[in-house]
């Protein structure tokens, strides 16, 4: 009995403690601010209504509109443009051997000279048309120069399958080398972090390049997106504000061989300059960061995308040490360490720390008493020598 009852206490523990759990996440969903960018810079946006013309634009940019196709969707037309040509000028093939009568079932004479050779029905006409396409020539079956018809059938699907072939192998080709690819070795740290760096005030993100190739000509530059409204009344959902990231070195043409921690400095012009650390998790906005560069192996550009919403900005930590020397004269970036984040001593808002600076040198100019007046005070002495 006592066994029983301490295993019915567990269960029920168990299970409140699941409910527990349970219950918080579905909170923490319910809280969660929905994102225009991912953290792995996917796009979160949906067209809605677009009119039947502008989907035409679409086909008309169809060498873009193949790029941009997943790849299930660009191997299926790779095949089906393959297959279907094949399949219809070997029906093409078959007519024209139809027609001038070459096929067994018309008992040719032996003096007969087909338009094609060994032509015996439609399977054979799909393997010629294979054969023409994609300029294998067995030799078994070839033209004759009996029909002008198949002269002309022969050039024009030649012709053809050199386009078919230069834009389906050029699509593959520009979608495996796409700079898009190089943008996932770029990593941006999970958290922003705010805390005091050179005296001031500053929100801190880590940013690391995974490859030792180079980005060429990097910059970085960030967007505040949240909802105003506007003196006339107008809510905008999406307004966008400039945030100006640096690095030590300045923000253009970086160094980016070792991890990088680009700031940004909490001025009087700053959007986070009326926020503090209780008021933060409370705002609903969202930083976008983007990074842009050139590929030092291909020199074609790309952009790294990543955002940052209110739950993800720490106030009062800063980012811990990544980057050692070896034994053997090498430095070491310890990745284990890239995200993780050190509590310090921070200010409470950034009006605070600017009013502290303030009374500091209000106090070394001696502007703490206004009404204090010097004055100079002859001294006399009575004694005699």
Same mark, same amino acid.
């Given at each position: 009995?006592?066994?029983?009852?301490?295993?019915?206490?567990?269960?029920?523990?168990?299970?409140?403690?699941?409910?527990?759990?349970?219950?918080?996440?579905?909170?923490?969903?319910?809280?969660?601010?929905?994102?225009?960018?991912?953290?792995?810079?996917?796009?979160?946006?949906?067209?809605?209504?677009?009119?039947?013309?502008?989907?035409?634009?679409?086909?008309?940019?169809?060498?873009?509109?193949?790029?941009?196709?997943?790849?299930?969707?660009?191997?299926?037309?790779?095949?089906?443009?393959?297959?279907?040509?094949?399949?219809?000028?070997?029906?093409?093939?078959?007519?024209?051997?139809?027609?001038?009568?070459?096929?067994?079932?018309?008992?040719?004479?032996?003096?007969?000279?087909?338009?094609?050779?060994?032509?015996?029905?439609?399977?054979?006409?799909?393997?010629?048309?294979?054969?023409?396409?994609?300029?294998?020539?067995?030799?078994?079956?070839?033209?004759?120069?009996?029909?002008?018809? /198949?002269?002309?059938?022969?050039?024009?699907?030649?012709?053809?399958?050199?386009?078919?072939?230069?834009?389906?192998?050029?699509?593959?080709? /520009?979608?495996?080398?796409?700079?898009?690819?190089?943008?996932?070795?770029?990593?941006?740290?999970?958290?922003?972090?705010?805390?005091?760096?050179?005296?001031?005030?500053?929100?801190?993100?880590?940013?690391?390049?995974?490859?030792?190739?180079?980005?060429?000509?990097?910059?970085?530059?960030?967007?505040?997106?949240?909802?105003?409204?506007?003196?006339?009344?107008?809510?905008?959902?999406?307004?966008?504000?400039?945030?100006?990231?640096?690095?030590?070195?300045?923000?253009?043409?970086?160094?980016?061989?070792?991890?990088?921690?680009?700031?940004?400095?909490?001025?009087?012009?700053?959007?986070?300059?009326?926020?503090?650390?209780?008021?933060?998790?409370?705002?609903?906005?969202?930083?976008?960061?983007?990074?842009?560069?050139?590929?030092? /192996?291909?020199?074609?550009?790309?952009?790294?995308?990543?955002?940052?919403?209110?739950?993800?900005?720490?106030?009062?930590?800063?980012? /811990?040490?990544?980057?050692?020397?070896?034994?053997?004269?090498?430095?070491?970036?310890?990745?284990?360490?890239?995200?993780?984040?050190?509590?310090?001593?921070?200010?409470?808002?950034?009006?605070?720390?600017?009013?502290?600076?303030?009374?500091?040198?209000?106090?070394?100019?001696?502007?703490?008493?206004?009404?204090?007046?010097?004055?100079?005070?002859?001294?006399?002495?009575?004694?005699?020598?």
């Amino acid at each position: 009995i006592l066994f029983f009852v301490q295993t019915t206490f567990l269960i029920e523990g168990m299970f409140k403690y699941f409910q527990k759990r349970f219950t918080s996440h579905l909170t923490e969903c319910s809280r969660r601010r929905a994102r225009l960018v991912s953290k792995d810079g996917r796009c979160n946006i949906e067209f809605g209504n677009v009119e039947e013309q502008s989907r035409f634009v679409f086909l008309v940019d169809i060498w873009t509109t193949v790029l941009d196709l997943k790849w299930r969707y660009k191997m299926t037309i790779f095949i089906s443009a393959f297959l279907g040509s094949w399949f219809l000028f070997g029906l093409l093939w078959y007519v024209v051997a139809y027609v001038h009568n070459d096929l067994p079932e018309f008992s040719p004479s032996i003096n007969h000279t087909p338009c094609v050779e060994n032509i015996n029905g439609l399977t054979s006409a799909f393997l010629f048309s294979l054969e023409t396409q994609v300029t294998i020539g067995y030799g078994f079956r070839c033209v004759t120069e009996q029909c002008a018809t /198949a002269i002309f059938l022969l050039i024009f699907q030649s012709i053809l399958g050199v386009i078919i072939n230069s834009f389906m192998c050029g699509a593959i080709l /520009a979608k495996i080398s796409r700079s898009k690819k190089r943008a996932k070795t770029i990593t941006f740290s999970n958290n922003a972090v705010i805390s005091k760096r050179g005296g001031k005030l500053c929100l801190l993100i880590r940013v690391a390049n995974l490859r030792k190739s180079l980005l060429i000509g990097s910059h970085i530059y960030g967007k505040l997106l949240k909802t105003t409204i506007t003196p006339e009344g107008e809510t905008i959902i999406l307004d966008q504000v400039n945030i100006e990231f640096v690095v030590d070195a300045g923000n253009e043409n970086l160094f980016f061989i070792s991890p990088l921690t680009i700031y940004h400095i909490i001025d009087k012009s700053s959007p986070f300059f009326h926020m503090s650390v209780e008021t933060i998790h409370q705002q609903d906005f969202e930083l976008v960061v983007f990074l842009d560069g050139t590929v030092e /192996a291909t020199s074609a550009t790309c952009q790294v995308r990543t955002s940052y919403i209110p739950e993800e900005v720490l106030w009062g930590y800063r980012f /811990a040490p990544i980057v050692s020397k070896t034994k053997e004269r090498k430095y070491r970036v310890d990745f284990h360490n890239f995200s993780k984040t050190v509590e310090v001593e921070t200010p409470h808002c950034a009006f605070c720390l600017y009013n502290e600076k303030d009374a500091k040198a209000k106090a070394k100019r001696g502007y703490d008493n206004p009404g204090f007046i010097l004055s100079e005070v002859n001294e006399t002495s009575d004694t005699k020598m």
